[in-house]
């Protein structure tokens, strides 16, 4: 029983782990063909392939001063109409119109608060709130291939049949062992 509840604490534990270090701020210089893997939490602009399309600033070098260098962010955008001067653009995986969110390396971009860290591809602050976050896990799922969907529904009857013990916990979740099965893939499977 001590294991199970060591367990569960560390599942409850990973997913700030990852968003902590998955934070969706990343650069990528496009030559190079790679990107952060997780640049792009946030509904981004895309080219008709699915790949982001990046925003190409000049600033200061932090290595040489008096230097500059290329920093290229990915383009959140919002469905919503913008305040302000921000003009719309079409997005060319669906032609549907959208609006790029500002960002603080974009010209009159405002000075950050005192002691504030920002970085050249943080949204500004006055548009953080039109920042949506990528649907994940769960839409993905219907794009998966059965061969999948077939792993995880494995994955869940190998659990269940090799369990000392298969209960309910407080929120209504199958558990294992006094582990909760809750990771989406093995939700849908079931």
């Not at 659990?159 to 990771?183: F, H, Q």
């Amino acid at each position: 029983m001590r294991r199970g509840a060591r367990v569960a604490g560390l599942a409850a534990l990973l997913p700030a782990l990852v968003l902590t270090i998955t934070e969706p701020r990343a650069t990528a210089a496009p030559e190079d063909g790679l990107g952060d893997v997780f640049a792009d939490l946030v509904v981004v602009l895309r080219d008709e392939h699915g790949v982001p399309l990046l925003k190409e600033f000049e600033v200061p070098s932090e290595i040489e001063p008096g230097l500059t260098e290329q920093v290229y962010c990915v383009q959140p955008v919002s469905s919503t109409p913008l305040p302000g001067p921000v003009l719309p653009v079409v997005n060319p995986v669906d032609g549907r119109t959208v609006y790029p969110i500002p960002l603080m390396g974009d010209p009159g971009a405002p000075l950050p608060a005192e002691g504030e860290e920002v970085e050249v591809c943080d949204p500004q602050p006055a548009y953080a709130m039109y920042v949506a976050e990528a649907e994940l896990e769960r839409l993905n799922m219907a794009r998966q291939p059965d061969r999948v969907k077939e792993q995880k529904l494995n994955d869940v009857m190998i659990k269940l049949l090799t369990a000392d013990e298969v209960t309910l916990d407080g929120a209504g979740r199958i558990t294992v062992d006094g582990v909760a099965i809750d990771a989406a893939p093995e939700h849908a499977s079931i």
